[in-house]
């Protein structure tokens, strides 16, 4: 698939790779059936954004060739485009029969997907009823033919493409669209069931196909034949460089304009009418090379993430818990005073943070809060112990970043909410995303200001905690702290110019530092290498696409620096080649929680440097957005982040050899223990967790007993 003719695997290539990845997991009978349709639906969701952000920008390249362009210009996208087609279709192949067979499985489970033409008659009356009393309502059936300028196709819908005509010839065909109102009424419609140990389902269209009838029977038809299509539409957000125009007025803009965006793929079931389908690719102004993708019956798989729960066998996720050192006392502050705490996710709570800023908002010695907001929960606990603090007195700035893809609309409803409450909002600077997940809060105790807070790896949504592996420092450092100040001053003042981030003298910033200090800490490996001593690298990420960085990572490996990497999505990096003196090893683990901490290690002569961060090593983390990575400094912290990077480097169950042919083969070795590391990982964390409580338990019954004995 990929070429040494290249000295890196093309990004979207390998983005492909990646979402192989996930269909893997789709496929893996061990995988429990609820997540396996889990995983189709984030192999569908993950194709959508990929044809709406990366084919948009493919196209766009194409388009601009020879124009200067805020991008990072492949060389030759036509080409890439070409290959793009023909994995895609692969994909959707193997996407089919493994839909198939998960739906063999559901039989045996005695789960059944019907369509319009299987329902008995109770089921009948049902859909029929279900149609007159939640659908009728939400159905606008458009005559396409009659309409001189084509409707607006939203993206993230499905349509039904209807052809309407009569068994006895007598009237000529017409075409008509109906959009399926999912996102008012759901995917799925729960039918009467005629025996209590089985669970019939039906999809919302089936559900408009089998009412077809008192839709269009008004105009004369008696045979109605429908196939389900979607349209995926260019989904990036012009910014232009109108000085006179806000951000917010540029973004409100660049979403209606996102609306109308130009088609990059049509998905269609493949046993669709030929005229009709001519006459959309028509009418749509698609060509071959547009992304024409037939598929099976069934289109936007992303709704069955949310697939009823109607398994027999219920899946029990093991349940977060509250990190050892937090139980000794009530207060998350007090302990955070007294040393650093690093909380896993998903294995720890997401508690501790959001008690950390409950505690601030009422604590009459707290002066101000400071943090920032990328993307947040549906019904943020942040944003509520924000506002309480504000109403509590207290100076609180919250830097929303806007432009955090998809999440635009949302993110300008929680910038006014908070701006009402009284709460500053920073809103963002030209050309250059806030990516860093960073918190201070001052307090003053007896004329003394002390400041503490947290630096993460991960976005501060406690939803998402749940299902994303990330690290969050809680810290009262003076050196840290002081940075993240200084970070802070920067977010408020960056029209001053880069002097703030250039101060930093602990923390490693990005968009002014961090490529340079990564640079730095690989050419130290490689001269200690070069001088015969043992030199190392271990680097965990979600995406590894900065050539410059890989090409460094080249000379590593061809001094015989050892190096280790986990790179979950995106991996541009060749890590077989001859010239190499240690063979790189780089593994991708695809699993139940989404692996999303970065995290970097240096042997560093055996001084070890430890990092967690917030920056993939790509050109838009490194030189398009403020990130931020920090040093593990604690003895403890530092060997447990060090564990739990062994663990995952040892897992032989869901990690895959990212290779140069990316054949995403899974690492697997016969002789050897299987271990799985998210489940090793939680066992390890939580036996401590458990190693902890006893010695609390202890030391409060010595304690007891003391007092018993005085008394």
Same mark, same amino acid.
Not at 241 to 265: A, C, F, H, M, Y
Not at 445 to 459: A, L
Not at 573 to 595: C, G, H, Q, R
């Given at each position: 698939?990929?070429?040494?003719?290249?000295?890196?695997?093309?990004?979207?290539?390998?983005?492909?790779?990646?979402?192989?990845?996930?269909?893997?997991?789709?496929?893996?009978?061990?995988?429990?059936?609820?997540?396996?349709?889990?995983?189709?639906?984030?192999?569908?969701?993950?194709?959508?954004?990929?044809?709406?952000?990366?084919?948009?920008?493919?196209?766009?390249?194409?388009?601009?060739?020879?124009?200067?362009?805020?991008?990072?210009?492949?060389?030759?996208?036509?080409?890439?485009?070409?290959?793009?087609?023909?994995?895609?279709?692969?994909?959707?192949?193997?996407?089919?029969?493994?839909?198939?067979?998960?739906?063999?499985?559901?039989?045996?489970?005695?789960?059944?997907?019907?369509?319009?033409?299987?329902?008995? =008659?109770?089921?009948?009356?049902?859909?029929?009823?279900?149609?007159?009393?939640?659908?009728?309502?939400?159905?606008?059936?458009?005559?396409?033919?009659?309409?001189?300028?084509?409707?607006?196709?939203?993206?993230?819908?499905?349509?039904?493409?209807?052809?309407?005509?009569?068994?006895?010839?007598?009237?000529?065909?017409?075409?008509?669209?109906?959009?399926?109102?999912?996102?008012?009424?759901?995917?799925?419609?729960?039918?009467?069931?005629?025996?209590?140990?089985?669970?019939?389902?039906?999809?919302?269209?089936?559900?408009?196909?089998?009412?077809?009838?008192?839709?269009?029977?008004?105009?004369?038809?008696?045979?109605?034949?429908?196939?389900?299509?979607?349209?995926?539409?260019?989904?990036?957000?012009?910014?232009?460089?109108?000085?006179?125009t806000t951000l917010i007025q540029k973004i409100?803009?660049?979403?209606?304009?996102?609306?109308?965006?130009?088609?990059?793929?049509?998905?269609?079931?493949?046993?669709?009418?030929?005229?009709?389908?001519?006459?959309?690719?028509?009418?749509?102004?698609?060509?071959?090379?547009?992304?024409?993708?037939?598929?099976?019956?069934?289109?936007?798989?992303?709704?069955?993430?949310?697939?009823?729960?109607?398994?027999? !066998?219920?899946?029990?996720? =093991?349940?977060?818990?509250?990190?050892? /050192?937090l139980l000794k006392s009530p207060r998350v502050t007090d302990i955070v005073l007294?040393?650093?705490?690093?909380?896993?996710?998903?294995?720890?709570?997401?508690?501790?943070?959001?008690?950390?800023?409950?505690?601030?908002?009422?604590?009459?010695?707290?002066?101000?809060?400071?943090?920032?907001?990328?993307?947040?929960?549906?019904?943020?606990?942040?944003?509520?112990?924000?506002?309480?603090?504000?109403?509590?007195?207290?100076?609180?700035?919250?830097?929303?970043? /806007?432009?955090?893809?998809?999440?635009?609309?949302?993110?300008?409803?929680?910038?006014?909410?908070?701006?009402?409450?009284?709460? !500053?909002?920073?809103?963002?600077?030209?050309?250059?995303?806030?990516?860093?997940?960073?918190?201070?809060?001052?307090?003053?105790?007896?004329?003394?200001?002390?400041?503490?807070?947290?630096?993460?790896?991960?976005?501060?949504?406690?939803?998402?905690?749940?299902?994303?592996?990330?690290?969050?420092? /809680?810290?009262?450092?003076?050196?840290?702290?002081?940075?993240?100040?200084?970070?802070?001053?920067?977010?408020?003042?960056?029209?001053?110019?880069?002097?703030?981030?250039?101060?930093?003298?602990?923390?490693?910033?990005?968009?002014?530092?961090?490529?340079?200090?990564?640079?730095?800490?690989?050419?130290?490996?490689?001269?200690?290498?070069?001088?015969?001593?043992?030199?190392?690298?271990?680097?965990?990420?979600?995406?590894?696409?900065?050539?410059? /960085?890989?090409?460094?990572?080249?000379?590593?490996?061809?001094?015989?620096?050892?190096?280790?990497?986990?790179?979950?999505?995106?991996?541009?990096?060749?890590?077989?080649?001859?010239?190499?003196?240690?063979?790189?090893?780089?593994?991708?683990?695809?699993?139940?929680?989404?692996?999303?901490?970065?995290?970097?290690?240096?042997?560093?002569?055996?001084?070890?440097?430890?990092?967690?961060?917030?920056?993939?090593?790509?050109?838009?983390?490194?030189?398009?957005?403020?990130?931020?990575?920090?040093?593990?400094?604690?003895?403890?912290?530092?060997?447990?982040?060090?564990?739990?990077?062994?663990?995952?480097?040892?897992?032989?169950?869901?990690?895959?050899?990212?290779?140069?042919?990316?054949?995403?083969?899974?690492?697997?070795?016969?002789?050897?223990?299987?271990?799985?590391?998210?489940?090793?990982?939680?066992?390890?964390?939580?036996?401590?967790?458990?190693?902890?409580?006893?010695?609390?338990?202890?030391?409060?019954?010595?304690?007891?007993?003391?007092?018993?004995?005085?008394?």
């Amino acid at each position: 698939m990929a070429s040494m003719k290249r000295r890196t695997i093309a990004r979207d290539i390998s983005w492909l790779s990646f979402n192989a990845r996930v269909l893997q997991e789709a496929a893996d009978p061990s995988v429990p059936l609820r997540e396996r349709i889990k995983f189709l639906g984030i192999f569908s969701n993950n194709m959508d954004e990929f044809f709406r952000v990366r084919v948009a920008t493919l196209n766009r390249m194409i388009e601009f060739s020879g124009k200067k362009m805020n991008m990072h210009m492949e060389l030759a996208p036509d080409k890439i485009l070409d290959q793009i087609q023909s994995i895609v279709l692969q994909q959707q192949e193997q996407f089919n029969e493994i839909w198939e067979q998960i739906r063999n499985e559901l039989e045996k489970e005695k789960i059944f997907l019907l369509t319009e033409k299987q329902l008995n =008659k109770d089921q009948q009356k049902f859909v029929q009823n279900y149609f007159e009393e939640e659908v009728h309502s939400n159905i606008i059936p458009l005559m396409i033919e009659s309409i001189p300028q084509f409707p607006y196709l939203r993206d993230k819908s499905i349509y039904l493409g209807v052809v309407l005509s009569r068994r006895d010839g007598a009237m000529k065909r017409k075409y008509a669209l109906i959009e399926i109102p999912s996102r008012v009424l759901g995917r799925f419609v729960l039918l009467p069931s005629p025996n209590p140990e089985e669970n019939y389902i039906i999809l919302l269209e089936d559900v408009v196909r089998y009412n077809m009838r008192s839709i269009f029977s008004y105009f004369g038809y008696d045979k109605y034949q429908s196939w389900v299509f979607k349209v995926t539409k260019d989904a990036e957000i012009d910014i232009d460089n109108d000085v006179s125009t806000t951000l917010i007025q540029k973004i409100e803009k660049g979403l209606k304009n996102r609306r109308k965006g130009r088609p990059v793929r049509f998905v269609y079931d493949k046993e669709i009418d030929e005229g009709l389908l001519q006459y959309l690719i028509k009418r749509l102004n698609l060509v071959k090379k547009g992304n024409l993708i037939p598929g099976g019956r069934i289109h936007n798989f992303r709704h069955f993430m949310e697939f009823p729960d109607v398994f027999p !066998k219920k899946g029990q996720r =093991k349940k977060p818990f509250i990190h050892p /050192l937090l139980l000794k006392s009530p207060r998350v502050t007090d302990i955070v005073l007294e040393q650093d705490i690093m909380l896993h996710f998903p294995y720890h709570s997401f508690n501790p943070v959001i008690d950390l800023l409950r505690e601030a908002a009422i604590d009459p010695n707290v002066i101000s809060i400071k943090i920032t907001c990328y993307r947040l929960a549906p019904n943020s606990k942040v944003i509520n112990a924000l506002i309480n603090a504000v109403r509590n007195g207290k100076s609180v700035t919250a830097m929303v970043e /806007l432009r955090a893809r998809f999440e635009e609309e949302i993110n300008l409803e929680w910038k006014d909410r908070l701006e009402e409450e009284g709460v !500053k909002v920073i809103i963002g600077i030209p050309n250059t995303k806030v990516h860093a997940k960073l918190c201070l809060i001052k307090k003053r105790i007896n004329n003394r200001t002390i400041h503490y807070g947290f630096v993460s790896t991960g976005n501060l949504n406690e939803k998402t905690a749940r299902l994303y592996g990330d690290h969050c420092l /809680l810290t009262s450092n003076r050196n840290i702290m002081a940075d993240v100040n200084r970070l802070f001053n920067y977010l408020e003042k960056w029209k001053d110019g880069h002097s703030n981030l250039k101060a930093c003298k602990t923390l490693i910033p990005c968009p002014t530092t961090l490529r340079k200090e990564l640079l730095k800490m690989i050419n130290k490996e490689i001269k200690i290498a070069k001088d015969k001593k043992p030199a190392s690298i271990i680097l965990k990420m979600n995406s590894l696409s900065d050539e410059e /960085l890989i090409f460094k990572l080249y000379d590593a490996a061809r001094a015989g620096v050892e190096i280790k990497l986990i790179v979950r999505g995106i991996f541009c990096m060749f890590t077989k080649n001859k010239k190499f003196i240690k063979p790189v090893t780089a593994i991708s683990i695809i699993d139940e929680y989404l692996e999303h901490a970065r995290v970097f290690i240096f042997r560093n002569e055996g001084k070890e440097k430890v990092y967690i961060s917030s920056a993939d090593w790509m050109v838009r983390n490194l030189d398009h957005r403020v990130e931020v990575t920090c040093p593990v400094l604690d003895e403890n912290i530092r060997s447990e982040l060090k564990a739990i990077l062994d663990i995952q480097l040892s897992d032989n169950v869901k990690a895959r050899w990212l290779d140069n042919e990316l054949n995403n083969e899974y690492k697997r070795e016969q002789a050897k223990k299987k271990i799985r590391s998210q489940i090793e990982i939680y066992n390890y964390l939580n036996q401590k967790n458990i190693k902890s409580a006893e010695t609390i338990r202890l030391s409060l019954s010595d304690f007891n007993s003391e007092m018993a004995s005085v008394i």
